[in-house]
């Protein structure tokens, strides 16, 4: 099917099929129950613990950190002074988000840096993202937000690692 059909799936979700791409997303039914609401406003993080989010197939798992050295980094982790991720929020994007990516000198919307990074435009609104506002904190496995220490940046405070992962495959 093209041109936009919809196929309703169980837990309220449709697939949609659009520029040749397979898109799921929630039934507009689930839209006015609120459903949606939530997942713009986005879910407050468990510091340290375990943030579970069903309507995003998700699991961030925050840890407090005792030894910076012991630190192995990959795609679906990234540490951060507890002091800056404590008011971030996980959620998809919405219009007007922006990243300021570390090690840049400026920031930019963030469907400008999706078109940077060759993101589908089919994917952008399925990425998880983690936002104090409208400024994008981390981007797993494509950006860290500039606003934000990394360790062994010579900073104090408690240091947190978010792993993200699917509660279930996809």
């Not at 904190?137 to 408690?158: K, M």
Request: charged content about 25%; hydrophobic content about 35%.
């Amino acid at each position: 099917p093209s041109g936009g059909n919809k196929i309703c799936l169980p837990g309220n979700r449709v697939a949609v099929v659009t520029e040749g791409y397979l898109h799921l997303d929630y039934n507009q039914q689930s839209a006015e129950l609120g459903g949606l609401d939530q997942l713009q406003q986005g879910y407050p993080l468990k510091l340290p613990g375990e943030t579970i989010v069903p309507d995003m197939n998700l699991r961030i798992t925050a840890l407090l950190i005792e030894n910076e050295s012991e630190i192995v980094y990959n795609n679906a982790m990234e540490c951060f002074r507890l002091e800056d991720i404590r008011d971030c929020r996980i959620r998809y994007r919405l219009p007007g988000d922006r990243i300021h990516p570390r090690g840049r000198n400026c920031g930019k919307q963030l469907k400008k840096f999706f078109n940077e990074k060759k993101v589908p435009p089919a994917e952008r609104d399925r990425i998880p993202l983690l936002a104090v506002g409208q400024e994008v904190i981390w981007l797993p496995g494509l950006a860290v937000g500039a606003a934000v220490s990394r360790p062994g940046d010579g900073r104090q405070g408690n240091l947190v690692c978010l792993r993200i992962s699917r509660l279930r495959p996809e």
